[in-house]
Nanobody, 128 residues
Framework: QVHLVESGGGSVQAGGSLRLSCAAS???????????MAWFRQAPGKEREGVAA???????YYADSVKGRFAISRDIAERTVYLQMDGLKPDDTAMYYC???????????????????WGQGTQVTVSS
């Protein structure tokens, strides 16, 4: 049973930083190291959107809206993926979700329907 637990959300002013963490459990190291871990976000009244993903050996992907501000990283030993968010904007306000899949997600990292496992979410609020 794969289990994902997010942490690190909170409230910050525009320009501030937050670091989200997603700890994974319940699946093998080999599957974790070869598969995909991603961050999605969903603001009220909007669809869930892909923010960043880490897949395979060290491939990373970012939404255009966060490129240059957010950075995804992974600690294989800890089975944890991080999202460092700098230069936060009010438009970044959303519930942030961690997602995982055993497959390499280069072809679908932005698509929520491609992911098998989800965390419960952590709220990020950015005030102007």
């Amino acid at each position: 049973q794969v289990h994902l637990v997010e942490s690190g959300g909170g409230s910050v002013q525009a320009g501030g930083s937050l670091r989200l963490s997603c700890a994974a459990s319940g699946y093998a190291y080999s599957a974790y190291s070869r598969g995909c871990m991603a961050w999605f976000r969903q603001a009220p009244g909007k669809e869930r959107e892909g923010v960043a993903a880490y897949t395979g050996v060290r491939s990373t992907y970012y939404a255009d809206s966060v490129k240059g501000r957010f950075a995804i990283s992974r600690d294989i030993a800890e089975r944890t993926v991080y999202l460092q968010m700098d230069g936060l904007k009010p438009d970044d306000t959303a519930m942030y979700y961690c997602a995982a899949d055993f497959r390499i997600c280069s072809g679908f990292w932005w698509d929520p329907s491609g992911f098998s496992y989800w965390g419960q979410g952590t709220q990020v609020t950015v005030s102007s």
